[in-house]
């Protein structure tokens, strides 16, 4: 059965400290992965991850593909109280299907 | 470009009555999907539809019915509600490949 792990399952961080987010998955021919951030309302788009696409940076956050790993990392550096929110990881699953498999989510908290 | 709509934003229920949840999109996708989002399970696909005509059942699309009405339109109806139901429900779009861009939600308590 496809599924998406992340870990921790929540974080409670200070503001200027450097957080990593991690996303483990297991599908079968893996196509994208994609990761999402959601504070009160609708997550919103950080980054795809493909084949092609295997890391991605904006600004202080940055994300890397380990293919052989089956797993993906969300590096966030020098945290403000504005990262707090649910960090989501989703796995198309299968290829083609246009259906995402979404992890139970990272909740981040960052104090000031 | 309003993208992705979702109407109402909260609905309360009494257990066995009928609601439809209305999600628009104005960005000529042609996949869209409902997902609910419950404390600690992520977002669960309940249905989708990869393209105008089709759709398809989610992980859990038990208690749910669907329709494409047409490309922007994509509307989820509970037919007879259950405090099971009582959820948080995003609607979604997406074209071909790229990211899904969610709607607002929609708050529903089934009592």
């Known amino acids: 059965e496809d599924k998406v792990v992340q870990s921790p399952l929540s974080l409670v961080v200070h503001e200027g400290d450097t957080v990593t987010l991690n996303c483990s998955y297991e599908?079968?021919?893996?196509?994208?992965l994609l990761w999402y951030k959601q504070e009160k309302k609708a997550p919103t788009f950080l980054f795809m991850l493909?084949?092609?696409?295997i890391e991605k940076k904006s600004g202080r956050l940055s994300s890397i593909l380990d293919k052989k790993e089956l797993s993906s990392i969300l590096n966030i550096t020098a945290t403000q109280t504005g990262d707090s929110a649910i960090y989501l990881c989703?796995?198309?699953?299968?290829?083609?299907?246009?259906?995402?498999?979404f992890g139970t989510g990272t909740r981040l908290k960052v104090l000031a | 470009n309003a993208g992705v709509t979702q109407t109402p934003k909260f609905q309360v229920l009494k257990t066995g009555q009928s609601m439809t949840l209305q999600c628009a999109q104005d960005?000529?996708?042609?996949?869209m999907y409902w997902y609910r989002q419950d404390p600690g399970m992520g977002l669960r696909l309940i249905y989708y539809?990869?393209?105008?005509?089709?759709?398809d059942k989610g992980e859990v699309p038990n208690g749910y019915n669907v329709s494409r009405l047409n490309k922007r339109e994509f509307s989820l109806r509970l037919e007879s509600a259950a405090p099971s139901q009582t959820s948080v429900y995003f609607c979604?779009?997406?074209?071909?490949?790229?990211?899904?861009?969610f709607g607002p939600g929609t708050r529903l308590t089934v009592l």
């Open positions: 979604a779009s997406r074209l071909a490949y790229n990211e899904q861009f």
């Open positions: 599908v079968t021919n893996f196509r994208s």
């Open positions: 493909t084949s092609s696409g």
């Open positions: 989703a796995v198309e699953a299968p290829p083609g299907t246009y259906k995402y498999i």
């Open positions: 960005m000529n996708h042609n996949s």
């Open positions: 539809s990869a393209s105008e005509g089709t759709t």
